[in-house]
């Protein structure tokens, strides 16, 4: 049995497959998402659903579109690549990739401790001024000299005080509170400064040491309060801005000069492009977040800090500020002043 194809067959055919070929969204773009030129995998140590979460894969479909799919961004949540300091020392010894956390970072690189100023950023252009201005340059430098370059600053919120005991609106209010922290030699200071008890207990057991009165209170941004329900063990929730999380993202230099020069230059303009969309994305979370709580929690009370009494609790948080000089310089210190105030 024989078959026979008309000229006009063979046309089509040919037709059709040079016009899949050269389709953005067809074979090219397939074949190129199947196989792509590099693959970067980020971990995170929470949910594939939490802001780190999402604001990973926000950067991966942007990366995405537009290498064509020749750079693959993976995320691996909820600790699956280790927990943060196998993760960030992993990125420097070259066997991880990338990486998104906050305090991982700020103790490792001292010169980002700026973050743990207390008080420091009264608003989003405060953060923007120091994270997105003149200052970005010697920012990266930063990760640099500790053997990461650095692609996002991503927000996570403003952390917020839950606790049992009152609510918070002036410093004298956190007077003998046993107070949750996470770690970190600023947070010691502050709290100590405050003339509280800062106790360290780990995440995974914040939840049953507030219900049981383990500590008094703790902080963290609206979206962990809300996905960790902490408003079903806390009475009061105190809206006091007094530190601005940012989620960092940054990979480690063994994997980055394996990059092609041509893809460095994408993976980092949209790591910045990416960080407007992050800010408005926290905006309307922490929105929401506070709605479902006033909602799930009536009996909780919400209170706000005053902006008059800022001044109070900047003096009291001096020490901070004192320690970040010492650990950097008045320098650098000076320039992050002059930048989170406009001047």
Not at 65 to 84: D, P, Y
Not at 141 to 146: F, S, V
Not at 162 to 178: A, S, T, W
Not at 297 to 311: R, V
Request: net charge neutral; charged share 25%.
């Amino acid at each position: 049995m024989s078959f026979k194809v008309s000229k006009r067959s063979l046309l089509a055919g040919a037709a059709a497959v040079a016009a899949l070929a050269v389709s953005s969204t067809g074979f090219v773009a397939a074949v190129q998402a199947a196989d792509p030129e590099v693959v970067m995998k980020v971990g995170i140590t929470p949910s594939p659903g939490s802001v780190p979460g999402l604001e990973v894969l926000h950067y991966a479909d942007l990366i995405k579109e537009r290498t064509n799919g020749a750079v693959e961004v993976k995320l691996f949540a909820s600790s699956l690549l280790g927990k943060e300091n196998t993760q960030l020392e992993g990125m420097v010894a070259g066997t991880h990739d990338a990486f998104a956390h906050v305090s991982a970072y700020t103790g490792r690189v001292k010169e980002e401790r700026y973050w743990d100023l207390p008080f420091l950023f009264p608003d989003l252009d405060a953060v923007k001024r120091v994270t997105q201005g003149p200052l970005r340059p010697e920012i990266e430098a930063h990760y640099r000299k500790y053997g990461m370059e650095l692609i996002a600053l991503w927000g996570y919120g403003y952390r917020q005080f839950m606790g049992n005991k009152r609510p918070y609106n002036v410093p004298e209010d956190l007077q003998g509170i046993k107070h949750r922290i996470p770690g970190g030699k600023s947070k010691q200071i502050l709290f100590t400064a405050l003339g509280a008890n800062p106790s360290t207990v780990t995440f995974s057991e914040l939840y049953q040491a507030l219900k049981a009165g383990v500590v008094d209170s703790q902080d963290n941004p609206l979206s962990i309060n809300y996905e960790t329900k902490f408003h079903e063990v806390t009475k009061y929730l105190s809206i006091c801005n007094y530190i601005y999380n940012p989620q960092i993202m940054a990979v480690g230099l063994p994997f980055w000069n394996k990059v092609p020069d041509k893809y460095k230059k994408i993976l980092k303009e949209v790591g910045l492009e990416s960080e407007e969309w992050s800010y408005d994305l926290i905006v309307r979370l922490d929105n929401e977040n506070l709605e479902k709580m006033k909602k799930e929690a009536p009996q909780m009370q919400i209170n706000y800090c005053k902006k008059e009494d800022l001044p109070k609790w900047q003096a009291v948080a001096k020490p901070v500020y004192d320690a970040f000089i010492e650990d950097t310089s008045q320098e650098w210190f000076n320039k992050i002043m002059k930048a989170a105030s406009g001047s």
